[in-house]
């Protein structure tokens, strides 16, 4: 089992220990004790996760407050150079990073587990990572998934994910996440506007990416993502799109993003 390295504010908290721990280092604390003040909700639980390749790099603490169109999205991640060129994955959903779903697979018209190719999903991370698959799509596959350390469960609400830049010489880089959720239609992005393309139907309003750049040299204790645009609605391409006028629900799966730089 992978260890996370420890610090002093990164465990500042009172945690129930309760974990489910992952092959090679991917843990969870499905009920933490940890409580964020949010615009929607009194007292909101958070669900802390950690995330290791054995990086040894910045510790970084990311903190995802759910918005109240939130409903079992997926996600994922990453680091980026300032020249946005692809770094390292911190998170990303075990049914995308390991193109295998747990809970259904249409291919049989049966609600069971199976192999399931979502492209639509997450497709601005996939083309970033720039890995293609046999049937062209980028997104990883049964045969060649993403390690056990960076994927896991979706978390079902709040959570805040601690985890590390890959090495302590990178100071200066762009953290990106990306969100989607399925069957989430609006006025504009309808079941009948692009009905022949299967993977658009699965996706309905594009994944939603957030951004932020952060300079650990700087002293700055805390970061805010924001929305920067959405991908392509069916995957088809990498292209980010700069127009939100069109997304409703999706704008309110987060109410907030968060990154924490905890300091020793």
Known sequence: MKVFPKSAAMFHVPVIF???????GFTVHPESQFRRKSK?????????IITTLDMEGHALEIIFMKGKAHNHPLMAIWIEDLDSNYIQTLYVAESIGKGFFRHGDPSSGRW??????????????????GVRADDGYYIPTPEE????????ATPKGSFMLHTQTPGTDLKKFRLLFEINQSWDWNEYWTNTLYPDDEHYMSSS??????EVHIDLGCG???YELIPIGHSHWSGRN???YPGLHTLTTALNIAESIHVRIPRD
């Open 238 to 240: 990498g292209k980010l």
């Open 112 to 129: 069971m587990p199976g192999p399931v190719r979502r492209p639509a999903a997450l497709p601005y991370w996939g083309h970033q990572r």
């Open 205 to 210: 309003q594009p994944a939603l990416v957030y």
């Open 220 to 222: 700055t204790a805390e």
């Open 40 to 48: 929607t909700m009194e007292q909101e639980p958070v669900q802390e």
């Open 18 to 24: 309760i974990a489910i721990l992952f092959i090679s």
């Open 145 to 152: 998934p993403m390690p056990d350390a960076i994927t896991g």
